[in-house]
């Protein structure tokens, strides 16, 4: 079999969660806004909310999922996260990567297009791929890291890296940091009846494109949505070739 044979379709890859950052460097105008950005992205309430010193959270459904707004208080500069996760919230895989970035992408260039000027936007994803046992596991994941060599019987491995590239936006002077991490995913189950324990393996991998933080002042905002296209591209490209320069 050889390694593009080997290689999975992005509609196998499960997804564990999807996430949007932008980074600001006025606070101020958040604040005023947190409590509407929820209905206007979901189409209705958040069904809870949280409000402390150092945190605010919202959270309810969406899709196949929940979405969660989150900002941290006392960040320089002011991060805001959207999470579309587990319907379950434990970390567990919820949809296909292809499917779930179909819904929640959308919902983001148009938050995006009525929010505040933004330094930098990132979209992230964790999901998994299963294999029916580490060996399984291993081949899997060395079709993806060309650049490593990986044993069928290898243990604890873990491959992080980052390939910037210059964005091919209209936004001159933009680089993309591409940040991909790759392992392999150990999970157990236990049968209630048998008191089994079922070993689960898989190939996990967490993505992370986003914009430098070497560019200077705020993104265009008539390019948010070029962008974020682009970041989405990215990460399909790493999903579906691995890792690639």
Sequence with gaps: MTDTENKAVISEWQVINL????FY???????????????????????TTITRRD????????GEGRLILGMPAMTIPQRVDW???????????FDNLENAISKF??????????SFDTMRIGLGSVSLLP???KESANKQLASYLLAVKLEPDSSDFLYHINHPRRSKTPVEGLDINRLSK??????SEIGLSTASVRKNFS??????????AQYQGNLPKNHYAAILNELVTLTQEIVEKGDVK
């Design 55 to 62: 945190l605010f959270q919202q959270e309810g459904n969406f």
């Design 182 to 187: 790759w392992m392999v995913s150990l999970s």
């Design 203 to 212: 190939c996990l991998l967490e993505t992370d494109m986003n914009t430098s």
């Design 105 to 114: 992408v959308p919902i983001m260039n148009k938050w995006l297009e009525s």
């Design 83 to 93: 999470f579309y996760v587990s319907p379950t919230g434990l970390g567990n895989p």
């Design 131 to 133: 294999a029916k046992d």
């Design 19 to 22: 996430r949007l950052t932008t």
């Design 25 to 47: 460097d006025d606070t101020m105008p958040l604040q005023f806004k947190q409590n509407e950005w929820f209905r206007e992205v979901a189409g209705e309430d958040a069904e």
